[in-house]
């Protein structure tokens, strides 16, 4: 495990707000240990998150940290932040839910079709599925995506997918 402290730094982009710099070094040692330079991140030993080191450009790596995160463990633009690192070793780069395993368990159709995702898209599914804390819903959300996924071959179609979901009201 890597730790180091970071100032958080805003960054120009619509999407993301700020940023927290890795040291170069550490950035190497980790890169040696992943394939995909995915990692899973302590903030202030409070909020533990998979996520990506991502290029500057100029050779340096950072992480994105969202406002939301950055609420939850009380800290603003331009303050120090204690970081700790260690390579993610996960299926998927972030953790599957019980819920969507349980539904990719009893589709092996779906299962098939997931499987055949890039690992973006896998993430981006999990990802749809663990923001929702209702267990029940997670089941019903993992339901649709699979049924989409078998629908459309494989491939996904995100404006589909969301009205799918608007449809089944969650």
Known sequence: METFTSPIIKLDSPVWTSIAPVPDAIAERLIEKTTDKRVVCTLNGKLKK???????????????????????????????????????????????????????????????????LTPGKK???????????????????????????????GKIDYKLLNRQFKERKF
């Open 50 to 116: 998979h996520c990506a080191l991502m290029p500057r450009g100029d050779g340096s790596y950072y992480i994105l940290v969202n406002k939301q995160e950055l609420k939850q463990i009380g800290v603003s633009l331009n303050e120090e932040i204690h970081i700790a690192l260690e390579p993610d070793r996960s299926d998927y780069g972030m953790p599957m839910d019980d819920e969507f395993r349980a539904v990719l368990d009893s589709d092996p159709e779906g299962e098939k079709h997931f499987e055949a």
């Open 123 to 153: 993430r981006t599914l999990l990802y749809m599925v663990h923001k929702i804390k209702n267990g029940q819903k997670k089941i019903q959300r993992s339901i649709v995506i699979i049924e989409h996924l078998k629908m459309t071959g």
